[in-house]
């Protein structure tokens, strides 16, 4: 450990010290001061959060170009950092605006709902920028714990609590054997810095069982953060049991984080020298195939969503696979490109949900282009990303994966991403056709301005990012340059 | 900004300003769009005579700026004569659907004409985009705006036709979009830089094996589009189903990507596959021919009918394109220009008598001459067009292709090829004989003898009227096409001449890996040398 590196520079920290002190302001002032109504109390807090992000946000742009490794090389604030930083903050803005309808609606409490929700997005920031396995775990943790309990925010809801009780139990499994296959990993390498552990990855000569044994765990513990298959049976039952808004921060942030850890684990050389692609293209193509398949037979869009988002985290498998820069690259474009189209998708079902129903049926989307057609495009344009048609970022997103799975050589496992998207057509296709081709009732929530803006920024971000994706490509180029 | 630029964007931009109009004013939103489209049809007349005063070669208006450079690739567009003809058609349909559609719409008004812009945006850019990725944008957002077209004003079975056109046109894209990433990684792999411009990856060598498999994604999707027997189950249905202005659009232009596909991309990208391939293609076109004219025939509904005979029309195009020498070639894209102008005016002429009494059975009708004058004389002389009567558009086109096709079947038998060669282009021949049943047998049925249904005569308003002068106004630009076309074909022969010729050069001599010549059986080979001299 070199002793410039030892310094405490508090401005690299900066992001996440708003974050934190949000998050302890928010509960505070939900305890003290005094609202007139709970309604507006949520969006006194909900505009705290909001604002306590933008400042966060502010605060990472700040640190572009300001690479570092500090905190004794605990903290590494460089671009995958940065880039997947934003993509989590983006993520937390989104559910924090999309939460304000859900809460006021299940008369919860704002202030520890949002002072959970930035907790774990503290926890997410900590876990993206480790530069050390112990700040990676406490990260894991600090991300994890919190949604463990706002997947059961809805304390009436029994599928909810079940959500968070099966969250909760299976994720603390998982979390061990990642732990385990640290610890592992630690005892063979000699160090618990990353970089050290990635230097050791590429020595010559084959590698120790144990030293394989822990990679193998630790990557199993990422990937059912990932909810890639066979760690994927949570998913379903905690996705759909939990609060809508949460779902969506799960859906989009936890999965980021955890496909930037496996980058800074595992990117390029190191998975290679792992010897573990045919498992991991193995894992990728059981991902992509029961994710869609397993989707098609859904009759709630909400569980439709949740087996729909392991298919997406099995094209992303592919770019980490592919190992190469394009195929990273391509990772982080596509959970940036992911991150959006859930909230458009999931802030739709919010807003369809307003006699307090968890569940939404196809049926329930019926005649929805006549009846709010406004809320109908939205939700439109983000089928069409999900399925990967353009102009939309999910295209740019889904052919930059299958590019660099071609270039790496796995044609066929690009061949059946393709053919697993051309599955998801069928149950994609369904949401549109029924909002625009039937007739059908319905009462639909009034959308308060703040919802309706965000939802329209998203889903103007993936129109324009898919049709001029180069700004959002070289930053994603720019963040994994550092591994190539 | 390019004239083609203009081209591409001014219906999105025109379908974007629809957004900000006043509700409820659909006379606003007709004039509007047909303001739109007659414009574009204004500004793409002096490509024409652009291309003329270049020499009729090369690529012209080409506009080339950054899009996205960490793949290398941009914004770039051209046309030459192939893509300046398809353009022209394109523009010069909208118009006149865009005019039949006026009365025929009768709900959601804001949306139809939003999709009928935004549709011409996609087909236009299809057709003027110079690289792969660009090319494969457009042609994927074609579909979305046909999806609704068809499934929102479609007829009784909508959904399900809408549904099976874009599963299949989606589905077979999917293959293309790995075949092309695999083209850009090979690019990268051998010239060290990315790259999807089509003249750059012409330029890569790759081995027969490779080429089949991408000629087989890429065909595929083509084929699909085009469509070929036996990927042609899509078309009857959303044809049938589909509003008489999405019909129009895709017998006149969407089918017709699938060729423009082959001819600019999957034949001149894949020369070695396309050798190979070849007999197959020629048999599935020669079914297609018969096939569609058989089940034409029997057809009870007139708009199944004229779908049927376009699963016809279009077997002939492709038998024109794998005859692989100047006159096929040449003769499959004016086939398909043709087949544009004549069928997209049957399915106008089937909208007009199904706008009045909602009813498309051939056997509802009977004599009806005698109460359209206008309308049967019409019907007649597009029929006549449609069956290839010499001064009409359609002789012209079907005997290129006959005499190609039969110079490329003599050619392969009278090189030691089998007789079957020859054979196969004869049964191909009798599809023009069929075409002239069904046709005329339909023209017979409902226009000729007594009047069998006396509540088509009725006076009272609900009997069937001739055509409206708004009505004649819509046919008037397309008969003056199909003479024009069949008089004077030289203006349409003209710009496809030279680079139908650079094509054929490059599929008959270009192999661009030496190793594999030896693929070639020396029939064609000796078939290639013939043509050229």
Known sequence: ?484 | MSILSLLVFLPLLGALLLLLFPKERPDLYKAFSLGVLLVEFAISVPLYFQYKAAGFEGFIAEESLTWIPQWGVGYTVGVDGISLVLVLLTTFLGPVVALGAFSAITKRHREFWFHILLLHTAMIGTFVATNLLLFFVFWELMLVPMFFLIGIWGGEQRIMATVKFFIYTAVGSLLMLVGIAYLGAEHAVQTGAWSFAFTDLMGLSLVTSMQLLLFGAFALAFAIKVPMWPVHTWLPDAHTEAPTAGSVILAGVLLKMGVYGFVRLAMPLFPDAVHAATPLFIVLAVIGIVYGALVAMVQPDMKRLVAFSSVSHLGFCMLGLFALNQQGMAGGILQGLNHGISTGALFLLVGVVYERTHNRAIAHYGGIAKLTPIYATIFLIVTLSSVGLPGTNGFVGEFLILLGAFRHGYGTWAAGGSFWNLAVVGIACTGVIFGAVYMLWLVQRVFFGPVTNPSLAEKDGHGLTDLTPREVLVFAPILLAIFWVGFYPKTLLDPLEKPVAALVQRVQDDHSNPSTLAVLDDAQAHEGREVHH
Not at chain 1, 104 to 124: D, F, K, N
Not at chain 1, 143 to 164: F, K, N, T
Not at chain 1, 274 to 301: D, F, P, R, Y
């Open chain 1, 1 to 484: 450990m070199d002793t410039a590196a030892l310094q405490l520079n508090w401005l690299q920290l900066l992001p996440w010290l708003i974050v934190v002190g949000g998050a302890l302001l928010v509960v505070v002032a939900d305890a003290f001061v005094a609202r007139p109504s709970e309604s507006s109390r949520s969006a006194f807090t909900a505009l705290t959060v909001v604002v306590c992000l933008g400042a966060a946000f502010v605060a990472t742009t700040l640190l572009w170009g300001r690479d570092a490794i500090t905190f004794g090389g605990m903290l590494h604030t460089d671009k995958l950092t940065l880039l997947f930083e934003t993509v989590v903050l983006v993520a937390g803005a989104l559910a924090a605006l999309v939460s304000d309808r859900w809460l006021a609606r299940h008369e919860q409490t704002a202030g520890g709902y949002y002072g959970l929700l930035l907790l774990s997005l503290a926890g997410m920031m900590a876990f993206i920028s480790a530069g050390d396995m112990i700040l990676l775990f406490l990260g894991l943790e600090l991300m994890s714990i919190p949604i463990y309990v706002l997947a059961a925010a809805d304390r009436d809801e029994q599928e909810s609590v079940e959500a968070g009780l099966k969250y909760l139990v299976l994720g603390s499994f998982a979390t061990g054997v990642l732990l385990f296959g640290l610890s592992l990993l630690y005892g063979w390498a000699g160090t618990t810095s990353i970089e050290g552990l990635r230097a050791a990855f590429q020595t010559e000569g084959p590698l120790p069982i144990y030293a394989i044994l822990g990679g193998v765990l630790a990557l199993a513990g990422l990937l059912f953060k990932v909810g890639a298959v066979p760690f994927h049976m949570w998913t379903p039952d905690v996705y759909e049991g939990a609060p809508t808004p949460v779902t969506a921060f799960m859906a989009a942030g936890v999965k980021a984080s955890a496909f930037a850890v496996l980058i800074r684990v595992f990117a390029g050389p190191a998975l290679t020298g792992l010897h573990v692609s045919m498992l991991i293209a193995l894992i990728a193509a059981l991902t992509m195939v029961v994710g869609n398949v397993a989707a098609l037979a859904q009759e709630s869009v909400k569980r439709m969503l949740a087996y729909s988002s392991i298919g997406h985290a099995g094209y992303m498998l592919l770019g980490l696979l592919a190992g190469s820069a394009a195929g990273t690259a391509a990772v982080g474009f596509y959970a940036a490109a992911y991150t959006i189209v859930t909230f458009v998708s999931f802030g739709v079902l919010i807003l369809l949900a307003s006699d307090g129903r968890a569940s939404i049926t196809y049926a329930d989307l019926r005649g929805l282009g006549t009846r709010k057609p406004w809320v109908a495009i939205l939700m439109t344009v983000a089928m069409l990303s999900l399925i990967g048609l353009p102009p939309t970022m999910g295209f740019v997103g889904k052919f930059y994966l299958f590019w660099a799975a071609v270039e790496a050589g796995w044609i066929w496992l690009a061949v059946l991403g393709v053919l697993t998207s051309a599955v998801s057509l069928a149950y994609y296709l369904r949401v549109v056709l029924v909002m625009w081709f039937d007739e059908g009732e319905g009462v639909v929530d009034q959308a308060g301005p703040a919802f309706v803006f965000a939802m329209t920024l998203a889903a103007a971000a993936l129109l324009v990012f898919g049709t001029m994706p180069s700004p959002v490509l070289g930053f994603a180029m720019q963040a994994v340059g550092i591994y190539f």
